[in-house]
T-cell receptor
Framework: GQQVMQIPQYQHVQEGEDFTTYCNSS?????IQWYKQRPGGHPVFLIQ?????EVKKQKRLTFQFGEAKKNSSLHITATQTTDVGTYFC?????????FGAGTTVTVRA | NAGVMQNPRHLVRRRGQEARLRCSPM?????VYWYRQLPEEGLKFMVY????????ESGMPKERFSAEFPKEGPSILRIQQVVRGDSAAYFC?????????????FGPGTRLTVL
């Protein structure tokens, strides 16, 4: 079955620095979705990428979908304490979301 | 417009008891998905339902677990004779259609603890 791998598992960032989390699928995806989950919370939808090579930005967050539609990345610039949480990518083929294990981000002030 | 609602938010059961988890989708959504999240892991797909129909239950354990989405009322995930390994957060999500471009909106989850 489809597997989605995400690295790194943990990211400790100094406030103001940039970081990137990566997502790789074993199969080609129809689309990829990114979610953020705060501790004790539920996944909150951030964005969806559909087209090969697509790049989307949300303020300090930049999302990219690979040319082969098998990988994706999330880059955050100038990290803030509000960025704390776990970021999940989820590959979508048909209706079933296959989640990566997530990148848990902590921020040092 | 209320979001996806789940209750209870926390549920404690002893081994061998039954757990019933409820999910009310967003207004206008007729597609419901259940996911399970173990500590420090991603969410794992369990089952996909439309009103009165189970479309895909490939992620559901074969025994003790069942799901339904009746014509009236919330979707129910039922776990019979719970064991410690069932302790997890159970999230449901809903979408207006099953098109792959549809966003799935998640409820707050039910945290199940089995003693």
């Amino acid at each position: 079955g489809q597997q989605v791998m995400q690295i790194p598992q943990y990211q400790h960032v100094q406030e103001g620095e940039d970081f990137t989390t990566y997502c790789n699928s074993s199969t080609t995806l129809s689309n990829i979705q990114w979610y953020k989950q705060r501790p004790g919370g539920h996944p909150v939808f951030l964005i969806q990428l559909v087209k090969s090579g697509e790049v989307k930005k949300q303020k300090r967050l930049t999302f990219q979908f690979g040319e082969a539609k098998k990988n994706s990345s999330l880059h955050i610039t100038a990290t803030q304490t509000t960025d704390v949480g776990t970021y999940f990518c989820a590959g979508n083929n048909d209706y079933k979301l296959s989640f990566g294990a997530g990148t848990t981000v902590t921020v040092r002030a | 417009n209320a979001g996806v609602m789940q209750n209870p938010r926390h549920l404690v059961r002893r081994r061998g008891q039954e757990a019933r988890l409820r999910c009310s989708p967003m207004k206008g959504h007729s597609h419901v998905y259940w996911y399970r999240q173990l500590p420090e892991e991603g969410l794992k797909f369990m089952v996909y339902l439309q009103k009165e129909n189970i479309i895909d239950e490939s992620g559901m354990p074969k025994e003790r677990f069942s799901a339904e989405f009746p014509k009236e009322g919330p979707s129910i995930l039922r776990i019979q004779q719970v064991v410690r390994g069932d302790s997890a957060a159970y999230f449901c999500a809903s979408s207006p259609t099953s098109r792959f471009t549809d966003t799935q909106y998640f409820g707050p989850g039910t945290r199940l603890t089995v003693l």
